[in-house]
């Protein structure tokens, strides 16, 4: 059996004596120690960097994307820049459009518009109720309808609501909290009032518009209460 403290004295030998370890050498080996761990932490610190950028991306094209205008609404006319109704086009996109009526008038009130489907289905000495054309709830009642009238002799003061102009003449456009819109405005001689039920889907510009076109005639009185 070999004598294995013999043997690894003979490979000893043959691989023979390497070079002292002197002070230079150690002061080499740190110095490529450090050189090389700075190369992988300046390796690490720009990979970093570079996921920190598409991170920094990707936010921002999150927060534009909240950030999405609204969708447009029609855009004002030319006319008075003051007047909230003024708009372009008077139609309803998607709503009920206004038009021309050519019917049989009643006293009181005569109008030139309805909305689309609508008659007049009669008037009192006190209002004009204008209904769709299978609505025969009766004159008293003013649910679902289009109804003008002169302002009460009860009322003093000015009218509550933003500031319009009805024409030529001014005008105060509110809405209820039930979303019931009440036109109140001036045509020269009388004070009238235009109310328009919140099913009906009219946009103010067309109360506007619907106002416009009324004409009150020597039958129309003005209520008390």
Do not use: C
Not at 184 to 190: L, Q, S
Request: hydrophobic share 35%; proline share 6%; no cysteine.
């Amino acid at each position: 059996m070999t004598d294995l403290p013999d043997l690894a004295d003979r490979l000893h030998r043959l691989g023979g004596d390497g070079p002292a370890t002197t002070d230079e050498t150690v002061r080499r080996d740190l110095a490529r120690g450090r050189r090389a761990s700075r190369r992988r932490a300046l390796r690490v610190g720009t990979a970093g960097l570079t996921l920190a950028a598409v991170a920094g991306v990707g936010t921002a094209i999150a927060v534009s994307a909240d950030r999405t205008p609204a969708p447009s609404v029609a855009a004002p006319s030319p006319g008075d820049p003051t007047d909230p109704t003024d708009a372009t086009d008077a139609t309803n996109p998607g709503g009920v459009q206004l038009v021309a009526y050519t019917g049989e008038q009643q006293p009181g009130f005569v109008v030139a518009k309805v909305p689309a489907g609508f008659v007049l289905e009669g008037a009192t000495a006190y209002n004009l109720n204008v209904a769709r054309a299978d609505d025969h709830s009766g004159l008293d009642v003013f649910e679902d309808k289009l109804v003008v009238m002169l302002e009460s002799r009860s009322v003093t003061g000015e009218p509550e609501g933003a500031p319009v102009r009805v024409g030529s003449h001014d005008g105060w456009l509110r809405t209820s909290e039930g979303g019931t819109q009440t036109l109140t405005y001036d045509d020269g001689e009388h004070r009238v009032v235009v109310q328009a039920w919140k099913s009906l889907g009219l946009s103010d510009r067309q109360v506007v518009e619907f106002a416009e076109g009324v004409t009150v005639t020597a039958q129309a009185q003005a209520g008390v209460g």
